[in-house]
T-cell receptor, first 118, second 110 residues
Framework: GAVVSQHPSRVICKSGTSVKIECRSL??????MFWYRQFPKKSLMLMAT?????????EQGVEKDKFLINHASLTLSTLTVTSAHPEDSSFYIC??????????????FGPGTRLTVT | GQNIDQPTEMTATEGAIVQINCTYQ??????LFWYQQHAGEAPTFLSY????GLEEKGRFSSFLSRSKGYSYLLLKELQMKDSASYLC???????????FGAGTRLFVKA
């Protein structure tokens, strides 16, 4: 159990366009989802935390108007990179947690989305 | 501020034992995680420590000392497939946010 999927796995887009990345918990209801980005050979940087039905909480330095997060249901969160630029090229990873689950501390990671902006 | 330190790279030999250290300074503490990450893939959960002491799970063990802000991951009987990055992460606040270290790239050689 506890499978998280992301779609797409890879996307190439042109500068100035918007890209939507989906994160789904397949076999559990995720009370909280997290979005991370990771640069090559670097660690995961938390971008935002989202709870179903409420606004996402963004980390300092992350532009909320550029990285739009929607958590419309307990199994789906989306990250939209608006007006993408080459510097937004990165590996984006989501994770999902169900804090009513045992153990409650785990977060389950999706397989990641490689975004390349040309 | 929040700070998690771990070595950038380590090399070890197949069959050997390797210890990856992690020190942390965070605002509050609510558990420490170790994850394994292969290149281009998502992290996979290895261990969780919230109390001092050693947690053993097969070939992998993790140790925590909260007073020292210190943890280590011990990998025994190394296999080539253990070549990966190992991420130390701390759940720092009363909530659920997790802060990740930069990761230690482990190279296992024959």
């Amino acid at each position: 159990g506890a499978v998280v999927s992301q779609h797409p796995s890879r996307v190439i887009c042109k500068s100035g366009t918007s890209v939507k990345i989906e994160c789904r918990s397949l076999d559990f209801q995720a009370t909280t989802m997290f979005w991370y980005r990771q640069f090559p050979k670097k660690s995961l940087m938390l971008m935002a935390t989202s709870n179903e039905g409420s606004k996402a909480t963004y980390e300092q330095g992350v532009e909320k108007d550029k990285f739009l997060i929607n958590h419309a249901s307990l199994t789906l969160s989306t990250l939209t990179v608006t007006s993408a630029h080459p510097e937004d090229s990165s590996f984006y990873i989501c994770s999902a947690s169900d804090f009513d689950r045992v153990p409650s501390y785990e977060q389950y990671f999706g397989p990641g989305t490689r975004l390349t902006v040309t | 501020g929040q700070n998690i330190d771990q070595p950038t790279e380590m090399t070890a030999t197949e069959g050997a034992i390797v210890q990856i250290n992690c020190t942390y300074q965070t605002s509050g503490f609510n558990g420490l995680f170790w994850y394994q990450q292969h290149a281009g893939e998502a992290p996979t959960f290895l261990s969780y420590n919230v109390l001092d002491g050693l947690e053993e799970k097969g070939r992998f063990s993790s140790f925590l000392s909260r007073s020292k802000g210190y943890s280590y991951l011990l990998l025994k009987e190394l296999q080539m497939k253990d070549s990966a990055s190992y991420l130390c992460a701390v759940r720092a606040t009363g909530g659920f946010k997790t802060i990740f270290g930069a990761g230690t790239r482990l190279f296992v050689k024959a």
